[in-house]
């Protein structure tokens, strides 16, 4: 509770939700405008796939391009201002720090999805939507956002600087995405393109629920966190 607490106290935890829920608001009304505007050339696709689809898109773009901001001082922030050293005295092991971390960041993540999620909603008063795309392009923006949760950690373990951090995660979160390019230019680097998120997503977007989507999510986390556990278990032995 007491990381969830010191998050919330901190400016730029409010600066990132409001501006994300901004952009994230802006690009509905944008793409509802573009719909109303060329309706008689999209009708045949139709509302979900001409705004909710490219909806949730731009979401978990814009999950990526928050969560270094979010994550970059959660360990590089308390190791650049002494605190780390402090919990490495306390009886908390290197996984209770680092499951601490994870909360308090993934408090934040969590109402930021549901914010996003939420803006959408209003196409059901008037639009034909197809409710099970919508609940798996959710589904899909969730595990998005808790993998690159761990990722982030994860990089702002590996570094001293939390500006480090957040490049380093940001960069991770753009390989990962556009490695889906790699099986477009190059049908033999096609197993590249099996570890893009981008391509792990289409799926959930279509409305699909594919277990191997899931699980590659689910792992990418699970990873994340024990590469983190361990590199602050080694820095809690060194120190």
Same mark, same amino acid.
């Given at each position: 509770m007491s990381e969830i607490r010191r998050l919330y106290r901190r400016p730029l935890t409010w600066a990132v939700l409001a501006v994300g829920e901004a952009a994230m608001a802006v690009f509905f009304m944008l793409l509802v405008i573009r719909y109303l505007e060329h309706e008689a050339d999209l009708r045949g696709a139709g509302v979900t796939v001409e705004i909710l689809a490219r909806y949730f898109v731009i979401a978990n773009l814009s999950v *990526?391009?928050?969560a270094p901001l979010i994550t970059m001082t959660s360990i590089a922030g308390d190791r650049q201002d002494g605190l780390l050293r402090f919990l490495f005295s306390t009886?908390?092991?290197?996984?209770?720090i680092v499951i601490g971390k994870?909360?308090?960041v993934m408090s934040l993540a969590i109402a930021y999805v549901g914010l996003v999620a939420l803006i959408p909603v209003t196409l059901f008063w008037g639009a034909?939507?197809?409710p099970g795309v919508y609940v798996t392009n959710v589904l899909g923006l969730a595990l998005f956002t808790l993998m690159h949760v761990s990722l982030g950690l994860l990089a702002s373990a590996l570094t001293r600087?939390?500006?480090?951090?957040?490049?380093?995660?940001l960069g991770l979160g753009l390989a990962l995405w556009l490695a889906d390019w790699a099986s477009r230019l190059d049908r033999d680097a096609s197993i590249v393109g099996t570890w893009s998120?981008?391509?792990r997503l289409r799926g959930f977007a279509q409305g699909l629920v594919n277990t191997g989507d899931i699980a590659y999510f689910l792992l990418a986390s699970v *990873?994340?966190?024990? *590469?983190?556990?361990? *590199?602050?278990a080694a820095e809690?032995?060194?120190?």
């Open positions: *990526l391009l928050t009886p908390s092991s290197a996984a209770d994870f909360a308090g034909p939507i197809d600087a939390p500006g480090a951090a957040a490049m380093v995660s998120t981008l391509s *990873l994340g966190g024990v *590469l983190c556990c361990l *590199l602050i809690r032995d060194s120190t």
